[in-house]
């Protein structure tokens, strides 16, 4: 079992029976919320099994990368029939793991040996939405691209946005405390989260849901969810800040010949255009290259040559002629001070989706290509670059690297605004051998920088053991100890995010 060498199930946990499955029946209406492999007692008609194949979209990862093999989802359609699930759950010992979306990159949201998975994806209303504040409030398994539309038709949008949008949950992405394309101008989720509603392990719903902006009473403690990656509570609801939907958006893709030139364009772009920018991507050629062959059809060159880098601007105002003017001055500029190589600049709505898809479909090209190791990390922006070459060098070191070869691709892309790399070192598979090339080579030379083993991602069941690369033994005793207040049997989500 992958990254799995030292953890064995915990013979704390109770093995499920039918028994278990009878009481959840009790607390699920509907014979559609409960998935399981467990055969009913002779006699018994309270439930019906299902083919082991109906669970294997909860029981395997986006990447097909970690294998749960969980006997039973449950598909909970209201906070209340939540809390009626862990309250029996921790009466029984019973492990459970919280799955949105499923959209997760590092095996946090699929069990690792047969946890039940409570899957929120029943809880998708929309509770609220002042069109005033611009808050709203809503379950946590709405998919985020839904609530965008939702909101969109008001005014405002999401103060987030990443490429999984249309299958993720809110719930997941206040869980992972997911970043994504419009970090740079909105923030962090722990700045536009207003309020939570969570259920703890043994069942009490905890109500935070304020959609106060402002609230110095005691700790906040709805921060401590944002980013728990489902260990220490299932969220249930959401109170979110939105912004206005800006009126104007450009895009623009430069071709550049150096990273010393990315860095310097990042410079030049916050200086001419800095009250407007809300997105600055780069990608390398290789990843490009990667998109080209591999993405879904559409994603078409707008060059007529390749170039080591690119970068990809966004701009968001409310005057179209203003912010037109603006980024058209900025890529004259940059070319005739030989900044950038190249430029194109967004015309109408289907070429800026068409110039936000080369940035986009990295990670499902990269999947489409092979198995994709992938790091995110953070680190000054001046060290990212020299990380994805040393890589490159060590697996061509071992006579792994290059097209048709072990190692077919090492892509290098990320949301520099926010100083967040990305490596996706695309494979033949999963093969310990490479990953041992690269690891913890990678995580100690992010350590060195003073870097983060997870700038977005999480840690999940892929670096449950990595976070002393980031967090200090202090730090880590305390989260322990957190844990512990919440989940003392710790029964949510086992083996995953800090090992207790
Ligand atoms: P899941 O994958 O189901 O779960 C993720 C974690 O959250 C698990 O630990 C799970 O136990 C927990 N969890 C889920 N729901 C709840 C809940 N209601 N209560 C408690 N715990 C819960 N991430 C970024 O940060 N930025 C990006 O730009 C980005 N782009 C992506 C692009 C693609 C194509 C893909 C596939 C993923 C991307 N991600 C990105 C990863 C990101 O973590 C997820 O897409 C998203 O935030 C997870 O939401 P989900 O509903 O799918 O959660
Ligand atoms: C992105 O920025 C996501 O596209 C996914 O965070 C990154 O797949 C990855 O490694
Ligand atoms: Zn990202």
Redesign the pocket.
């Known amino acids: 079992r992958r990254g799995l060498a030292t953890v064995a199930r915990s013979d704390a946990f109770a093995n499920l029976t039918s028994a278990d499955v009878e009481a959840f029946a009790k607390i699920l209406p509907s014979p559609s919320q409960i998935l399981t492999t467990i055969a009913p007692e002779s006699g018994s008609a309270s439930y019906q099994p299902v083919d082991p194949s109906e669970l294997d979209t909860f029981n395997n990862d986006?990447m097909n990368k970690y294998h749960g093999r969980s006997q039973l989802v449950l598909k909970p359609k209201t906070t209340s029939e939540v809390s009626e699930i862990m309250k029996y759950c921790h009466a029984k010992n019973i492990a459970v793991?919280?799955?949105?979306?499923?959209?997760?990159?590092v095996g946090?949201?699929v069990p690792v040996f047969d946890e039940v998975v409570v899957q929120?994806g029943g809880l998708n209303k929309i509770r609220s939405f002042d069109e005033v504040a611009g808050t709203l409030v809503c379950d946590?398994?709405c998919i985020l691209e839904s609530l965008d539309n939702h909101i969109g038709e008001k005014g405002y949008m999401m103060p987030l946005d990443?490429?999984?949008k249309g299958?993720?949950?809110i719930?997941?992405?206040v869980?992972?405390n997911?970043?994504?394309?419009r970090f740079l101008r909105y923030g962090s989720l722990h700045g536009t989260v207003l309020g939570l509603e969570v259920v703890l392990p043994d069942g009490t719903v905890m109500d935070t849901l304020s959609t106060l902006r402002k609230d110095n009473t005691g700790f906040d403690l709805k921060q401590l969810f944002i980013g728990s990656?489902?260990t220490i509570?299932?969220?249930?609801g959401v109170a979110i800040a939105t912004p206005r939907r800006p009126s104007a958006v450009n895009v623009a893709v430069f071709a550049l010949d150096s990273y010393d030139a990315v860095q310097t364009v990042f410079g030049q772009v916050k200086k001419h255009c800095g009250e407007i920018l809300s997105a600055f991507e780069f990608f390398d050629q290789t990843s490009f290259d990667v998109v080209q062959k591999h993405a879904t059809a559409g994603v078409r060159d707008p060059f007529e040559a390749r170039h080591p880098f690119y970068v990809l601007i966004e701009t968001s105002g409310s005057n179209k002629d203003h912010d037109d003017e603006k980024l058209q001055l900025l890529l004259e500029h940059l070319m005739e001070e030989g900044m950038i190589q190249d430029g194109v600049l967004a015309q109408d709505e289907t070429q800026l989706q068409g110039l936000w898809a080369l940035r986009e479909s990295i990670?499902?090209a990269a999947g489409k290509m092979g198995k994709v190791f992938k790091y995110d990390l953070s680190m000054p922006i001046d060290k990212m670059y020299a990380l994805v070459q040393d890589m490159r060098t060590r697996f061509d070191e071992h006579g792994v690297h290059g097209e048709g070869n072990d190692v077919g691709a090492v892509c290098g892309y990320g949301h520099i605004g926010d100083g967040n790399l990305h490596i996706n070192i695309v494979a033949k598979s999963y093969d310990p051998k490479i990953e041992s090339i690269i690891e913890p080579y990678i995580y100690e030379w992010t350590s060195n920088v003073k870097g983060s083993v997870s700038a977005?991602?999480?840690l999940?069941l892929m670096k449950a053991t990595k976070i002393g690369y980031t967090k200090t033994p202090e730090s880590i005793e305390y989260m322990k100890k957190i844990k512990n207040v919440f989940d003392p049997k710790g029964i949510l989500?086992p083996y995953?995010y800090i090992q207790v």
């Open positions: 986006w793991v919280p799955q949105g979306g499923n959209t997760g990159l946090g949201g929120l946590a398994g990443l490429g999984a299958s993720c949950h719930g997941g992405n869980a992972t997911a970043g994504g394309l990656e489902g509570g299932l969220i249930t990670p499902e977005e991602h999480g999940g989500n995953k």
